[in-house]
């Protein structure tokens, strides 16, 4: 039965006005969550200020302990040095304690009896140094043997370990409520997309519907009409399809979502305006329409529509982009690591082997450094940062030459080993060599695909493994990333949750 012009106007209001509703709850919730998600991110770094000023106080006090018991020991000067150099440093670790407290009135509650500690702390080892300056060692040996600077360190212990244990759980928490405030962003951003889609085919039917009622003898608009609504069909798969991978959102991408959103918004007001051209198209209470009203419904069926849809599939595909990466990293900061013995030149032979094909074909060569340790580690997460970093190699070689890649190893002794991976390939600006650690930021020409998520989720997974990565490159003269990685990470969690 053909539909008549009242139910399609009807229609047609009815499912611009859901379309709005929809896409303003999108808008409302999304800014409500992110804002949410910012408050989460603020109270985790304020709580990772205070447990770090807490373990670099109890750190240096540590220190200047060892120091004192080496000199009292040995009466060599060379063991002063580590003493004084802590002296030095605990005054500034105690205010950077006081001031990190003082956001959190149950931690600078805390801090008087600390301070006080503190003092007689600093007070017994000044005593026993002073009584071996004085050349009363054996005074210093036996103030040394009455345990009272052990029972105060442990008292420090106590009281500074409590912090950071407490630090630690809230930390936790804190994880926890923006987690939970990203599934709710996206669950939001698929139930709406899904909503405006559903808006958005339903004015299709009714268009598509209304038009085959009128212009039965108009081939030529029956046949533009169908390519429209293939076109429409598969653009809303793809996006159905982009919606169903949005994941996790953090604070890093709070500016960048909003942009797709308003994206969104406006082109909604260009379906609206095209809708229009249609309407005076088909709305013509059984005139004949005019030349102007056919071409410029024509225009909008074949330029205007298809136009708008793609801007918005754009840009909700960019908000799946953004959410999945930070997801990604996110997962990665909270995956239990796996402790083992990793010999990185056997994994350096594998990461090379996996892209041989792609370097012979480019006349290359890999050469890995037969002196690469083993270390204690966690395997996946050296597996993926070697095979990042070789796709990169590859991704930014030079097409003046042919491609070489060299892996070598340097023994820095406490500091860990560095890991130099080099390549001769196009090179990185000086201005860019901080940006490209950046999430979603890149540097020189964008002519390969790519995010710009890769050297972030590398930098993400070395500071998980208690190292660093940090880049040396020239314009058109290679590049080389410098992984740094302690020798065993097992000894850097327990220092970390002491």
């Given at each position: 039965?053909?539909?008549?012009?009242?139910?399609?106007?009807?229609?047609?209001?009815?499912?611009?006005l859901?379309?709005?509703?929809?896409?303003?709850?999108?808008?409302?919730?999304?800014?409500?969550?992110?804002?949410?998600?910012?408050?989460?991110?603020?109270?985790?770094?304020?709580?990772?200020e205070?447990?770090?000023?807490?373990?670099?106080?109890?750190?240096?006090?540590?220190?200047?302990?060892?120091?004192?018991?080496?000199?009292?020991?040995?009466?060599?000067?060379?063991?002063?040095?580590?003493?004084?150099?802590?002296?030095?440093?605990?005054?500034?670790?105690?205010?950077?304690?006081a001031?990190?407290?003082?956001?959190?009135?149950?931690?600078?509650?805390?801090?008087?009896?600390?301070?006080?500690?503190?003092?007689?702390?600093?007070?017994?080892?000044?005593?026993?140094?002073?009584?071996?300056?004085?050349?009363?060692a054996?005074?210093?040996?036996?103030?040394?043997?009455?345990?009272?600077?052990?029972?105060?360190?442990?008292?420090?212990?106590?009281?500074?370990?409590?912090?950071?244990?407490?630090?630690?759980?809230?930390?936790?928490e804190?994880?926890?409520?923006?987690?939970w405030?990203?599934g709710?962003?996206?669950?939001?951003?698929?139930?709406?997309?899904?909503?405006?889609?559903g808006?958005?085919?339903?004015?299709?039917?009714?268009?598509?519907?209304?038009?085959?009622?009128?212009?039965v003898?108009?081939r030529?608009?029956?046949?533009?009409?169908?390519?429209?609504e293939?076109?429409?069909?598969?653009r809303?798969?793809e996006?159905?399809?982009?919606?169903?991978?949005?994941?996790?959102?953090?604070?890093?991408?709070?500016?960048?979502?909003?942009?797709?959103?308003v994206?969104i918004?406006?082109?909604?007001?260009?379906?609206?305006?095209?809708?229009?051209?249609?309407?005076?198209?088909?709305?013509?209470?059984g005139?004949?329409?005019?030349?102007?009203?056919?071409?410029?419904?024509?225009?909008?069926?074949?330029?205007?529509l298809?136009?708008?849809?793609?801007f918005?599939?754009?840009?909700?595909k960019?908000?799946?982009?953004?959410?999945n990466?930070?997801?990604?990293?996110s997962?990665?900061?909270?995956?239990?690591l796996?402790?083992?013995?990793v010999?990185?030149?056997?994994?350096?032979?594998?990461?090379?082997?996996?892209?041989?094909?792609q370097?012979?074909?480019?006349?290359?060569?890999v050469t890995?450094?037969?002196?690469l340790?083993?270390?204690?580690?966690?395997?996946?997460?050296?597996?993926?940062?070697?095979?990042?970093?070789?796709?990169n190699?590859i991704k930014?070689?030079?097409?003046?030459?042919?491609?070489?890649?060299?892996?070598?190893?340097?023994?820095?002794?406490?500091?860990?080993?560095?890991?130099?991976?080099?390549?001769?390939?196009?090179?990185?600006?000086p201005?860019?060599?901080?940006?490209?650690?950046?999430?979603?930021?890149?540097?020189?020409?964008?002519?390969k695909?790519?995010?710009?998520?890769?050297?972030?989720?590398?930098?993400?997974?070395?500071?998980?493994?208690?190292?660093?990565?940090?880049?040396?490159?020239?314009?058109?003269q290679?590049?080389?990333?410098?992984?740094?990685?302690?020798?065993?990470?097992?000894?850097?969690?327990?220092?970390?949750q002491?």
């Open positions: 039965m053909p539909i008549s012009n009242a139910a399609f106007v009807r229609s047609t209001i009815v499912l611009l859901a379309g709005m509703i929809a896409l303003l709850g999108i808008v409302g919730t999304s800014l409500w969550l992110a804002a949410k998600v910012e408050t989460y991110f603020t109270g985790f770094i304020e709580l990772r205070v447990r770090s000023a807490a373990a670099d106080l109890l750190s240096t006090l540590q220190d200047a302990e060892t120091g004192q018991r080496g000199f009292v020991i040995t009466r060599d000067p060379n063991f002063r040095e580590p003493y004084d150099e802590a002296l030095k440093a605990v005054a500034e670790r105690q205010q950077a304690l001031e990190k407290a003082a956001r959190f009135p149950h931690y600078e509650e805390r801090v008087p009896d600390i301070k006080r500690l503190v003092s007689e702390k600093l007070a017994e080892l000044a005593g026993v140094v002073e009584a071996v300056e004085q050349g009363r054996d005074d210093a040996i036996n103030e040394v043997r009455t345990d009272r600077g052990r029972l105060l360190m442990d008292q420090l212990r106590e009281k500074l370990g409590a912090i950071m244990e407490d630090a630690d759980g809230r930390l936790q804190s994880v926890a409520d923006t987690l405030s990203a709710a962003l996206k669950w939001t951003t698929v139930i709406g997309a899904i909503a405006i889609i808006v958005l085919g339903g004015a299709i039917v009714v268009i598509a519907q209304y038009t085959r009622d009128i212009i003898a108009r030529e608009v029956e046949t533009l009409n169908a390519t429209l293939k076109r429409v069909d598969e809303t798969e996006l159905i399809r982009a919606n169903q991978e949005v994941q996790r959102f953090a604070y890093i991408v709070t500016h960048d979502l909003r942009a797709p959103l994206n918004m406006g082109f909604t007001s260009e379906l609206q305006a095209s809708l229009s051209a249609i309407q005076a198209y088909v709305l013509a209470d005139k004949a329409p005019s030349e102007a009203d056919i071409i410029e419904a024509r225009r909008a069926a074949a330029e205007d298809p136009e708008a849809i793609g918005i599939r754009s840009s909700t960019k908000m799946d982009g953004l959410i990466a930070i997801l990604k990293i997962r990665d900061g909270r995956r239990e796996k402790i083992e013995r010999d990185l030149r056997a994994l350096a032979e594998t990461g090379a082997a996996a892209v041989g094909h370097v012979g074909e480019a006349g290359g060569v890995i450094d037969r002196n340790p083993t270390v204690v580690s966690d395997r996946l997460s050296l597996e993926q940062v070697f095979g990042n970093l070789f796709d190699a930014y070689q030079s097409p003046d030459r042919p491609l070489r890649i060299s892996v070598a190893a340097r023994n820095a002794g406490r500091a860990g080993f560095f890991i130099d991976f080099t390549d001769n390939g196009r090179g990185i600006a201005d860019d060599h901080e940006r490209v650690f950046e999430l979603f930021r890149r540097s020189g020409t964008q002519d695909p790519g995010e710009g998520i890769g050297l972030a989720h590398v930098r993400s997974l070395m500071r998980n493994l208690g190292g660093d990565i940090v880049v040396r490159s020239e314009l058109g290679g590049t080389t990333f410098v992984l740094r990685l302690p020798p065993d990470l097992s000894k850097v969690v327990r220092s970390m002491a």
